[in-house]
């Protein structure tokens, strides 16, 4: 069986959980509490000198980390990644890439980076005074995506996949960070279509 390192609360862990459960795959949590430094222990960081979650631990011992590569690692073989050996499966691998590569550099580094200051720092914490300029980076970043959607269902071709459950982690939760998604009615309907997906489990906030 597969161990996952993670935090529940965080969306980088619970895209993991959100795949593996609508995979219904066995697998082993083990919950790493990474706001309060348990990714920072000698332990921890033997099995990721990088100290982050979350971190897949296969059966021979293997390990890999970052989130998007495990994703990708996991939904080989799977409706949710493109299998084919032909160019139009190519084209949606790299589109579903593009998207992956979107919600990490663009899309965490302000919609997730102003939920854990709100939600895991005191009030009185410098890094509040953050929380303003994030919410302005992270309208544009959700106009890009409500923009995308206008008149298709899913990120990538006709089906709901990997760019969906990358994205819906940190976007379903934005309000924790300030974020109103109420003008983003794209997003809003989308959101709906994941959270109605077949093994569809919420975060464990």
């Known amino acids: 069986m597969i161990t996952i390192y993670g935090m529940r609360a965080s969306g980088n862990c619970y895209k993991l959980q959100l795949l593996l459960d609508q995979l219904g795959r066995d697998y082993r949590?083990?919950?790493?509490?990474?706001?309060?430094?348990?990714?920072?222990?000698?332990?921890?960081?033997?099995?990721?000198?990088?100290?982050?979650?979350?971190?897949?631990?296969?059966?021979?011992?293997?390990?890999?980390?970052e989130s998007d590569a495990?994703?990708?690692?996991?939904?080989?073989?799977?409706?949710?990644?493109?299998?084919?050996?032909g160019p139009e499966d190519a084209w949606l691998r790299a589109?579903?890439?593009?998207?992956?590569?979107?919600?990490?550099?663009?899309?965490?580094p302000c919609i997730a980076v102003a939920r854990f200051i709100r939600g895991w720092l005191p009030p009185e914490h410098p890094r509040q005074a953050e929380v303003p300029a994030l919410i302005e980076r992270g309208k544009g970043v959700l106009a890009v995506m409500e923009q995308h959607l206008a008149g298709r269902q899913w990120f990538v071709g006709e089906r709901y996949g990997l760019a969906d459950?990358?994205?819906?982690?940190?976007?379903?939760?934005?309000?924790?960070?300030?974020?109103?998604?109420?003008?983003?009615s794209n997003i809003l309907a989308w959101l709906a279509r994941v959270q109605a997906q077949p093994g569809h489990t919420p975060m464990q906030r």
């Open 70 to 85: 495990i994703l990708c690692y996991l939904a080989e073989g799977t409706p949710f990644w493109p299998n084919g050996a």
């Open 95 to 108: 589109q579903t890439l593009q998207w992956l590569f979107f919600e990490q550099y663009s899309h965490e």
């Open 29 to 65: 949590w083990v919950e790493v509490d990474s706001a309060h430094g348990a990714t920072r222990t000698p332990e921890f960081l033997a099995r990721n000198p990088n100290g982050k979650v979350p971190l897949l631990e296969l059966e021979d011992g293997r390990r890999l980390a």
């Open 165 to 184: 459950i990358a994205l819906y982690a940190y976007t379903h939760c934005a309000g924790d960070g300030g974020f109103d998604l109420s003008p983003f």
